[in-house]
């Protein structure tokens, strides 16, 4: 029988250091924000930030607003984006601020939404943009840009000069929503110069609490004036067709101390040059990220597919290793705007190494191009849903790795040792586990159980009661000695996600993990009384031992606590629980399960309650809240609600006063593919994305009739082979994609109304240097769409009766 992992928690560090950068939050503020060396604070309380990069000049003004509340419903607090210079200045001296570029209302929506904002000022941005955002006027002037040379800092000058004056009035010390600002992206060598940008930034007019930069690749910076974030990619789009799964992704799935990653950007950095000592801040900075995938981009060359498991068990992993702030980039996708002068994404015609689409930036992200909700989004939530709750905990809390032989991985090339890690503050904690990465599966690890010594001989805690075994794929997060109300839960083999007040008791929700029983070990002190819908409480020495629970929305577990209080502690299936949100409603904090799309809008509905709106395509959608509203909830639309017991939910399902049904695609074809194009190379050697006049004589051509009276939000989901496909209405270019097994999505909104959709799809050759994933590659030399249909998601406006 395999012994069990065994870890000594050390004693607690030092304090951190503070008050040794020169960070400052505006005077007065209520919540005044702080850099340790070791975490965040806001308002004098450990702070763990979630971000999610979401950029408005790729995407409709108009839906700005419910897709920032979508961002808000899935956990993300602050809101990145990058402020794009040639999307607002193509022509010198025409700056545009309006509708998709209006960077001012942005921000205020994220004010109005409760959200933070970060702006990305650049100059360059890189974000796969056609000159790194860098506009072409610019790079033709006789000048050396991301220097310090005088002709290159006088039109960043009024660049920052413009972003200043849409901002004004928008920083903390008016109460507004910018909480930090990036200087450069990705600039390794070059210390001075980003000091030159701060204080040019600063002289601008630009103020805010924290001043940050990626420091990925060995990053020179400035000494202490430039907050270092960090980041990791489960895949990439940047290296070569042929290199396979790179290292420097599949290290993101061990747990290690180590923060940088140095292959992020490697393509346009040179690997001869010398730069700092990784993690060379690690004594004076906290680790921060800014760019853990949320997804990942396609380059023509290379085409990675990305699972929403391969996101979550990174993100979980980063917070294991020690991450005290979650920076997603990509969390929302987005679309190219149509240049006036050329097309603006990265390509090998401005000498960068990959090709990019034209239009398409959707990034396989949690919320796609046109806000399609997808499973990483459930993945991330549930992790954010814990940071929401016990953020402030964990952020203080130490990484801790295992140090005894056989169980800490002998390398990156190690599939068979158990990934594990403890956060702990000395006396209580969280562990981590992760058994997944893509490409390579990890195997199930039976007989698996932990013994972990406190520090100071203060005892030990041995989990689980029986040992069980950690199924391939799974990733995790147990609780240690966690009080809850007046409770200490002294383990648990489920992973805590937050609370809710409910009848007088805090209620805690726990998520089991497929294939493993869950077990609750109580502190025997604190619970007087113990009371189980299934399975039993047994007194296990100085400890109730909670077995055989059933997980559910019944598998409610009461307490009776030594202080006189009550607590619930709630076990939800695996898939349940990645249905969970909590948000403000009607009145109260709740608990909402639904598979589908959930937002909060607390201005929302009237009378102070607000309003919860579901996004559904369902023709009778349902969702369960818990605790149950005063009043039985109603839909808008002439909709009745029916109400029903859902283990301590109250389930309402909505009855649609009518159903219309989506009516079926005509797609037609009208020319059929001829011979791939010859494969061509460009920058570096990689494939170039084929020519614009092989769409005319190499594509087949289909035409797709759109009905009138369509839904808004509705989309066309294409199912596709192929190399490259675009559609066209007209002459005009509105969507493109690279084929890599992904359905192919439109949004109808985008288009001019009752206008037919012309498709245009080419083969691959068959010896084209392109990566595609191998479960797909042989569909790449047909041209042909499989199949569409109309996906419509309804809004239902839901407001307490």
């Known amino acids: 029988m395999p012994r069990p992992r065994h870890l000594r928690l050390p004693t607690p560090s030092a304090p951190p250091l503070t008050g040794h950068l020169p960070f400052a939050d505006a005077s007065g503020v209520p919540d005044p924000i702080e850099v340790t060396s070791r975490w965040l604070t806001r308002g004098g309380r450990p702070w763990f930030p979630v971000s ?13 607003s419910e897709e920032l509340l979508k961002m808000k419903a899935a956990g993300v607090t602050a809101v990145a984006s ?236 980063k917070i294991g290793c020690g991450s005290v702030w979650q920076g997603y980039y990509m969390f929302h996708g987005g679309t190219n705007p149509a240049g006036a002068l050329t097309s603006l994404q990265e390509s090998h015609a401005t000498g960068y190494p990959n090709d990019l689409p034209i239009l398409t930036y959707d990034f396989q992200a949690p919320l796609g191009e046109h806000g399609q909700y997808r499973p990483s989004y459930h993945e991330l939530r549930l992790q954010h849903l814990l940071l929401a709750e016990y953020g402030h905990l964990i952020a203080p809390m130490e990484s801790v790795l295992p140090a005894l032989p056989g ?176 948000g403000a409603a009607w009145g109260a904090e709740r608990l909402v399960l639904c598979a589908d799309g959930v937002v909060f809008d607390e201005g929302g509905g009237g009378g102070g309650q607000g309003e919860v709106r579901l996004r559904s395509r369902a023709a009778r959608p349902s969702f369960a809240v818990f605790p149950r509203p005063v009043r039985t909830p109603e839909a808008g639309g002439a909709a009745a609600v029916r109400e029903e017991v859902d283990g301590v939910f109250t389930r309402c399902t909505i009855e649609p006063a009518e159903h219309v049904e989506a009516p079926a695609v005509s797609v037609t074809l009208t020319r059929p593919a001829g011979e791939a194009p010859a494969p061509v190379t460009g920058v570096l050697g990689r494939a170039s994305v084929p020519a614009d006049e092989c769409f005319d004589t190499s594509a087949a051509e289909y035409l797709v009739d759109v009905p009138p009276g369509l839904p808004s939000g509705t989309i066309l989901r294409i199912r596709w082979t192929g190399d490259v496909a675009r559609a066209y209405v007209g002459e005009r270019l509105v969507a493109d994609q690279f084929f890599s097994g992904r359905v192919w999505d439109i949004g109808l909104d985008r288009l001019p109304a009752g206008s037919p959709l012309r498709l ?25 769409v499989l199949g569409a249909e109309w996906v419509t998601l309804r809004t239902w406006a839901v407001r307490e009766g």
């Open 52 to 64: 999610g990069e979401f950029h408005y000049s790729r995407h409709p003004a108009a839906a700005w």
């Open 82 to 317: 990058y402020v794009i210079w040639i999307h607002h200045e193509e022509t010198e001296g025409r700056l545009r601020f309006d509708g998709d570029r209006d960077l001012r209302r942005f921000a205020e929506l994220c004010a109005r939404h409760g959200l933070d904002f970060i702006p990305r000022i650049g100059p360059w941005s890189h974000a796969e943009v056609r000159g790194g955002g860098l506009p072409d006027w610019l790079l033709a002037r006789d000048c050396t840009p991301r220097t310090d040379d005088p002709a290159y800092l006088e039109p960043v000058r009024t660049w920052f000069t413009a972003i200043a004056e849409q901002l004004h009035g928008l920083d903390r010390a008016h109460g507004g929503p910018i909480i930090a600002l990036q200087i450069e992206n990705e600039l390794y060598d070059q210390p001075a110069h980003l000091l030159t940008l701060k204080r040019m930034a600063q002289d601008a007019g630009l103020s805010a609490p924290l001043w940050t930069s990626t420091a990925w690749g060995g990053v020179r910076l400035p000494p202490d004036e430039l907050l270092p974030l960090y980041g990791g990619y489960p895949e990439t789009f940047w290296t070569e067709a042929d290199g396979g799964w790179p290292d420097t992704c599949r290290k993101h799935f061990f747990f290690t101390h180590q923060r940088d990653d140095e292959g992020i950007g490697a393509d346009l950095r040179p690997t001869t040059v010398r730069g700092a000592a990784p993690d060379a801040f690690a004594d004076r900075f906290p680790w921060a990220t800014c760019e853990l995938g949320g997804g990942m981009a396609v380059a023509y060359h290379r085409r990675p597919r990305v699972e929403a498991a391969d996101i979550g068990a990174l993100a979980l992993t």
């Open 407 to 582: 169980e800490r991985p002998a390398g990156q090339d190690d599939r068979d040792t158990l990934r594990w890690a403890v956060r702990s503050d000395g006396a209580s904690g969280f562990l981590f586990v992760n058994n997944h990465q893509p490409h390579e599966p990890l195997p199930d690890h039976p007989e698996t159980s932990f013994v972990l010594e406190l520090p100071d001989g203060s005892g030990r805690l041995t989990l689980p009661s029986t040992p069980v075994t950690v199924p391939s794929g799974a990733y995790f997060c147990w609780p240690l000695r966690l009080d809850v109300g007046g409770l200490r839960l002294e383990w648990a083999t489920a992973q805590p996600v937050c609370t809710v007040e409910a009848d007088g008791r805090t209620v805690l929700v726990l998520a089991a993990t497929d294939g493993i029983d869950p077990e609750l070990a109580l502190d025997a002190r604190t619970a007087v009384s113990v009371r189980t819908p299934s399975g039993e409480a047994a007194p296990v020495g100085d400890r109730v031992l909670v077995t055989g629970v059933r997980p559910g929305t019944d598998a409610l577990v009461e307490v009776d606590t030594a202080d006189g209080g009550r607590v619930g502690l709630l076990v939800l299936d695996a898939a349940t629980a990645r249905t969970l949100y909590r």
């Open 760 to 784: 245009r799809v080419l083969p691959l050759a068959a010896d084209a240097p392109v990566y595609v994933p191998e479960r797909v590659r042989a569909a790449t030399g047909t041209a042909a």
